[in-house]
């Protein structure tokens, strides 16, 4: 009689189980739930109010009521629909700034990978957007481009492609020296098969919980802008419009600064433990 | 020093080429050049023509290059586009509102990391290390421009303590000038100390971990003594590092910050340059913070080879 037994844990699988069970701490769930709880709130924007959150209303500064269950702003728009529309914003927003950022750091990480000048030039490149220090290069880049939802976009892609270009590319270096990344280069396969098929699977683990820190920077670089004047043209409302419009009106209607700056804290908040989860189950 | 001298001061001159290039290249990228957008909409070309050739923008892009670089270095910017007054008065008035909040958000960075470090780091079951841990992550999650409207909230608007904005000059009324400089400071400083605070701990704890402190410990030193004498001075070195790397991000930071607290400093100026499209105002800006960074992290780089003997010796 034969009794067949599998290996107890598929080393292969080893690494994505570190981090659902990273995820799978307090903080981890924490995190999950923060994002999740506002995520779906601007998803379900729509379904969630029936108030249109451009249109202005005759009631100014209005406190809560059946109608407005968070009241209305300084020109009579509903409170609750403008920040579930905001959250819709930010999300399109980062979602297609981080993905971008992520894409583009990548690409440039594996042409860094392919020869010693490209390394260098690619490297440099990284330098000198970090040679901007913060939103400086942001500033330059909606000089150009006036303010609005595209630059925004384009700002957050930017600021994010030398650290996960830089992530990738040392995970690269490592990889690239291990004996299965040898092994496949002796068996006869090319360098792009070598760096694309063997190499790049296992150097992307990290850019995962650059991904969750991306994320919140990218709330951060919108509602900076927005606070400047250079983000997303109104009335599109956005989280960080929300708060910079409520500045106005601190003294007397605190609610109108109160509710998205609870939303904006949820949802960063909720990123960074997301981002902390990850990493520690990385490291575990 | 001679690394210093031939290493670090043409690579930090390299950078702060390469991103004069850039900018000065970025901003002429664009469609519809600045004469376009001064003259209007109706204006007739001879106009714009005029108008281009008032503001040098008729030349080759590497002589209208070089001419600015001229401009910089001799510190005469000369008129702005569309702010109106020289581009060097403007930045010269903003200079001094923005250099008193940084330089006191730097010392808040200060005061409020080191302390909260050596405080976490000296003994494994203090009371409050989890709460500062938990204050750390908050004041690193959280936006500034959160932070900023929530102290305006509880400083100004709840408890009455404190001007929720505005500015006063510290010659006239120095009293007064604190006041208005407490909230927008500590805005700005707490991220960056935050930051200062977890890179100095993990140091700390790194330092106390070798083996010069167990030997120390066996001889019977004190753990005070330890701590300062024989952990911290090995810890500075990359907390001064990152403070470093945390001015630049002061810098830029104070451009949000400014513009929450209503403070009369160079980010109000770079946001009126970028809305109004005033090129020269920008690109100087620009500059101006890049070189500035730049600078900060050449001396940081002197201060570690001074703090650290291994660093000076090779």
Not at chain 1, 100 to 119: C, E, K, P, V
């Amino acid at each position: 009689m034969t009794t067949l037994s599998l290996p107890s844990s598929a080393p292969l699988l080893r690494p994505r189980n570190r981090y659902v069970a990273g995820l799978l701490t307090w903080r981890g769930v924490t995190g999950l739930v923060l994002v999740g709880v506002v995520a779906l709130a601007g998803l379900l924007a729509p379904w969630l109010t029936d108030a249109d959150p451009d249109a202005q209303g005759a009631q100014a500064l209005a406190g809560p009521s059946g109608a407005h269950p968070l009241g209305t702003d300084d020109i009579g728009r509903d409170l609750l629909s403008r920040i579930l529309h905001g959250i819709l914003t930010d999300l399109s927003i980062i979602l297609t700034a981080v993905p971008a950022g992520a894409l583009i750091g990548a690409a440039l990480a594996l042409l860094a990978a392919t020869s010693r000048a490209a390394d260098l030039v690619v490297q440099r490149l990284f330098d000198l957007v970090l040679s901007f220090p913060g939103l400086i290069l942001g500033l330059a880049v909606t000089a150009i481009l006036g303010p609005g939802r595209w630059p925004v976009v384009i700002i957050i892609a930017l600021a994010e492609v030398p650290y996960f270009g830089r992530q990738l590319r040392a995970g690269v270096l490592v990889q690239r020296e291990r004996e299965y990344a040898l092994a496949a280069r002796v068996g006869g396969a090319g360098r792009a098969r070598v760096l694309l098929r063997h190499v790049l699977p296992n150097a992307v683990d990290p850019l995962i919980v650059q991904g969750a820190v991306a994320l919140s920077v990218g709330v951060f670089i919108e509602g900076a802008l927005s606070f400047l004047g250079l983000g997303v043209r109104p009335p599109q409302p956005t989280l960080g419009s929300l708060i910079s419009g409520s500045v106005a009106y601190l003294d007397t209607d605190p609610l109108l600064a109160a509710a998205p700056l609870a939303v904006t804290t949820a949802l960063v908040l909720g990123f960074t433990l997301l981002a902390e989860a990850l990493n520690r189950g990385a490291r575990s | 020093m001679r690394t210093f001298l031939f290493k670090r001061l043409p690579s930090g001159l390299a950078v702060l080429v390469a991103a004069s290039f850039t900018v000065f290249l970025m901003l002429r990228l664009i469609p519809g050049d600045p004469a376009t957008t001064l003259a209007g909409p109706d204006a007739s070309p001879a106009t714009v023509a005029a108008i281009r050739e008032r503001l040098g923008l008729d030349a080759p892009l590497l002589s209208q290059y070089l001419h600015w670089l001229g401009q910089v270095l001799t510190g005469d910017l000369g008129p702005s586009y569309a702010i109106g007054g020289q581009v060097s008065e403007l930045i010269g008035d903003g200079l001094a509102a923005t250099f008193q909040l940084t330089l006191a958000a730097l010392l808040l960075v200060v005061v409020l990391a080191v302390p909260t470090a050596l405080y976490a780091a000296s003994g494994r079951r203090r009371p409050l290390a989890g709460a500062l841990r938990a204050l750390t992550t908050g004041a690193l999650a959280v936006p500034p421009f959160v932070t900023g409207v929530l102290l305006v909230l509880v400083f100004a608007v709840g408890l009455g303590l404190l001007p929720a904005g505005g500015h006063a000059s510290l010659f006239d009324a120095p009293d007064l000038a604190v006041q208005y400089l407490a909230l927008p400071a500590l805005c700005l400083a707490l991220p960056s100390a935050a930051i200062l605070a977890r890179y100095l701990q993990d140091g700390l704890e790194r330092a106390l971990g070798e083996d010069y402190v167990r030997n120390a410990t066996a001889l019977g030193v004190s753990r005070r003594r330890i701590l300062w004498r024989h952990a911290l001075p090995n810890a500075l070195p990359s907390a001064v590092t990152v403070l470093g790397l945390q001015i630049g991000q002061l810098i830029a930071g104070a451009v949000v910050v400014e513009r929450i607290f209503a403070w009369p400093g160079l980010g109000q100026l770079i946001e009126q340059g970028v809305s109004r499209r005033d090129y020269p105002v920008v690109q100087d800006l620009l500059l101006l913070v890049v070189a500035g960074y730049v600078a900060v992290q050449l001396l940081t780089d002197l201060l570690y080879s001074w703090l650290d003997p291994r660093v000076r010796w090779e």
